[in-house]
T-cell receptor, first 114, second 112 residues
Framework: EPEVTQTPSHQVTQMGQEVILRCVPI?????FYWYRQILGQKVEFLVS????????KSEIFDDQFSVERPDGSNFTLKIRSTKLEDSAMYFC????????????FGDGTRLSIL | SQQGEEDPQALSIQEGENATMNCSYK?????LQWYRQNSGRGLVHLIL?????REKHSGRLRVTLDTSKKSSSLLITASRAADTASYFC????????????FGSGTKLNVKP
C-alpha cells in the first residue's frame, strides 16, 4: 500500500538555525498537509497545500514557517530561526481529490531544538 | 474553535473486552475521521464517516455519528493487546473540508 514518507526521522538543531523537513506524499494525491504535535499534546493543524499554493493555514503557521513543493514528489516544511518551543513531532499528510477521502500520515519527524 | 474532544482521556481494559471512546465537536462538519497512534509513531487512519451517515463498520471497529448532538463514538470489540494506542477523532468544517481539527485523544491500554 502506498505510504507517505518523511525524512529525517529525527532532527536536532541549535536554536536560531533553519530546518527543512521533507515529505514524499502518496503519488496520486493532490492535497498536502503539515501538522505538529508537541509532546503529550494534541495534533495541531499547521497548513494545507493544493495546486502549488497554500489553501489554509492556522495561527501557528506564521512568517517563521513556509512550505514548498520543489518538484513533482517532495513537499517540504521550512522553519526559520528555530525556537525551543518548536520542538515537536511534525507530521506530513496527503489526500486524494475527493473531500470524503481520508488523510494518510507519515511517521513524522521528531524535531529537537537545543 | 471546532476542535473535537474525546473522552475518556484514558481507558484500561482486559483483552477480550469492548472499548468505547467518544468524541464531541462544535460546528457542522463534512466528515469525521478516527485515527490510531502508537507511541512515537504516525497516525493510522481507521474509519471516515460522512455527515449523512449514522453508523459504519470496519472489522472489529464500529463508528457512530450523531450530528444533532455533534458527537461520535468508536467501539472496538473483542479488544487485543495490540489495540493499545491513542485514538483520535478529527473533523473538518462544513464550509472548509481542507482544514482538520484533532481532539486530545483517548489513551487505550488493553491488558493481556
Amino acid at each position: 500500500e502506498p505510504e507517505v514518507t518523511q525524512t529525517p526521522s529525527h532532527q536536532v538543531t541549535q536554536m536560531g538555525q533553519e530546518v527543512i523537513l521533507r515529505c514524499v506524499p502518496i503519488s496520486n494525491h493532490l492535497y498536502f498537509y503539515w501538522y505538529r504535535q508537541i509532546l503529550g499534546q494534541k495534533v495541531e493543524f499547521l497548513v494545507s497545500f493544493y495546486n502549488n499554493e497554500i489553501s489554509e493555514k492556522s495561527e501557528i503557521f506564521d512568517d517563521q514557517f513556509s512550505v514548498e513543493r520543489p518538484d513533482g514528489s517532495n513537499f517540504t516544511l521550512k522553519i526559520r530561526s528555530t525556537k525551543l518551543e518548536d520542538s515537536a513531532m511534525y507530521f506530513c499528510a496527503s489526500r486524494g481529490t475527493a473531500s470524503n477521502q481520508p488523510q494518510h500520515f507519515g511517521d513524522g519527524t521528531r524535531l529537537s531544538i537545543l | 474553535s471546532q476542535q473535537g474532544e474525546e473522552d475518556p482521556q484514558a481507558l484500561s481494559i482486559q483483552e477480550g473486552e469492548n472499548a468505547t471512546m467518544n468524541c464531541s465537536y462544535k460546528t457542522s462538519i463534512n466528515n469525521l475521521q478516527w485515527y490510531r497512534q502508537n507511541s512515537g509513531r504516525g497516525l493510522v487512519h481507521l474509519i471516515l464517516i460522512r455527515s449523512n451517515e449514522r453508523e459504519k463498520h470496519s472489522g472489529r471497529l464500529r463508528v457512530t455519528l450523531d450530528t444533532s448532538k455533534k458527537s461520535s463514538s468508536l467501539l472496538i470489540t473483542a479488544s487485543r493487546a495490540a489495540d493499545t494506542a491513542s485514538y483520535f477523532c478529527a473533523t473538518d468544517a462544513l464550509d472548509n473540508f481542507n482544514k482538520f481539527y484533532f481532539g486530545s485523544g483517548t489513551k487505550l491500554n488493553v491488558k493481556p
